[in-house]
C-alpha cells in the first residue's frame, strides 16, 4: 500500500466527521451566532459561550471549521467564510434546511446502513403520518424539501417552455415551494398542490410569503387512493423513488388521466444510469433507510412507464443533487 492509497482509504472512513461538524456547526447555531455579533467575528471564549460549548472542546472544533473553509480566523478571532455567511445563517437566505433532515434524520439511519443492506428494511425512526402531525418535525421535513426542490427550479423552467400552458400540478409538492417558484418566474401561471392534508395550512402560509397567494392552491388526499388533480402540467418531483415499482407504474398512469390533452409530464428523481454516478446512487440509498420500499431507478425504466401509460416525446435532462428529470408529452 502506497501513502496515497493510506490516505485516500483514510479520508473516505473519516469522511463522516466531516458531515458531522458542519451538521453540528449549523444546530449549534454557530454561522448565526458570528454573523449576530457587533463586528461579524468573536473571539473563542465569546463564541464558546454563545453556542453553549463545553471550555475543552471549542477551540478544537472551532479551528476544525476554519479548515473546512466554513470559518475564517484572524488573530485569534473567528468569522463566518463567505460561504457560511451566505447560505447557513438562519434566516431570510438560510438554504440549510436539507442539513436539519440530515442530522436528526439521514444521519442515525444512515449509521444502521449495514443493516439495512442485509435486511432490506428501513432504519429511520419514527413514523411519516406521526412525524407531519407534529409541527416542529414538519417543519423540519418541509425546510428539508424546500432545500431539495429549489435549486432544481431553474433548469426544470429551461427543459420546458410553460408559455402555452395555463394550470399546473404538483404531486408530492410539500408546501409547494417548487410550484410557488415556477409561479414567481411564469406569471401567467395558475398551481395546485396535492400531497397530504397536514400540509394544507404550511402550503398557504408559504404561499403568502413567496407572495404567489390566490395563484396556489392545496388539495389534500392520497396519492394512491384519490384521483391527482388535472392540470396541463403535471410534476412528480422527489415521490416515485419512495416507492416500489408497481406504485410507481400506478402513479404514472394517474398522471397520464390528469394531464390535459397536449399537455405534459415532469418527473424528477435520483435516477443512478449505466454509469455510476455518486450523488444519484446515495439518493438512492437514502430510500433503502428511509422508506419499506423505495429506491432509485434508471431513467429508462420510467420512460417506459411513461410510454405504457400513453406519453410520447420523452426527453432526458440532467439535474442539480444527482437528479434527473424526464419531461414526457400527452397527445393533443
Request: one cysteine or more; a negative charge; glycine letters at 10%.
Amino acid at each position: 500500500m502506497t501513502p496515497d492509497d493510506l490516505t485516500k482509504i483514510s479520508g473516505l472512513a473519516h469522511s463522516f466527521t466531516v458531515s458531522k461538524l458542519l451538521l453540528s456547526a449549523v444546530e449549534l447555531g454557530v454561522f448565526t451566532a458570528l454573523a449576530q455579533t457587533v463586528e461579524g467575528s468573536a473571539e473563542t471564549e465569546e463564541l464558546r459561550a454563545a453556542t453553549g460549548l463545553h471550555a475543552r472542546a471549542a477551540t478544537d472544533f472551532f479551528d476544525a471549521l476554519v479548515a473546512l473553509g466554513l470559518l475564517e480566523k484572524t488573530e485569534g478571532r473567528y468569522r463566518n467564510s463567505p460561504l457560511a455567511q451566505g447560505y447557513l445563517v438562519r434566516g431570510e437566505n438560510f438554504r440549510g434546511g436539507f442539513l436539519d433532515g440530515a442530522n436528526y434524520v439521514l444521519y442515525p439511519a444512515w449509521g444502521r446502513l449495514t443493516e439495512a443492506l442485509r435486511t432490506g428494511k428501513p432504519q429511520a425512526e419514527g413514523d411519516f403520518e406521526a412525524m407531519l402531525d407534529d409541527p416542529r418535525a414538519r417543519q423540519t421535513f418541509l425546510a428539508m424539501q424546500d432545500a431539495l426542490s429549489a435549486p432544481l427550479v431553474p433548469q426544470l423552467l429551461d427543459a420546458l417552455d410553460l408559455t402555452g400552458y395555463a394550470t399546473l400540478t404538483d404531486v408530492g409538492g410539500a408546501r409547494g415551494n417548487l410550484a410557488g417558484l415556477v409561479l414567481q418566474a411564469r406569471p401567467h401561471l395558475t398551481a395546485r398542490v396535492f400531497d397530504r392534508p397536514q400540509n394544507a395550512e404550511p402550503c398557504a402560509e408559504h404561499a403568502k410569503a413567496l407572495g404567489v397567494e390566490g395563484r396556489l392552491e392545496f388539495t389534500g388526499g392520497d396519492f394512491f387512493a384519490d384521483p391527482l388533480p388535472p392540470a396541463d402540467v403535471v410534476v412528480i418531483g422527489h415521490v416515485l423513488a419512495d416507492f416500489s415499482v408497481d406504485e410507481r407504474k400506478t402513479l404514472v398512469g394517474k398522471a397520464y388521466e390528469a394531464v390535459a390533452p397536449g399537455g405534459a409530464l415532469l418527473v424528477y428523481d435520483p435516477m443512478p444510469g449505466d454509469e455510476p454516478h455518486l450523488p444519484a446512487l446515495v439518493s438512492s440509498l437514502h430510500m433503502l433507510v428511509m422508506t419499506p420500499a423505495g429506491a432509485g431507478y434508471h431513467p429508462g425504466d420510467c420512460e417506459q412507464w411513461m410510454r405504457v401509460a400513453g406519453f410520447t416525446d420523452v426527453t432526458r435532462h440532467p439535474l442539480l443533487l444527482g437528479n434527473t428529470l424526464l419531461v414526457a408529452r400527452k397527445p393533443a
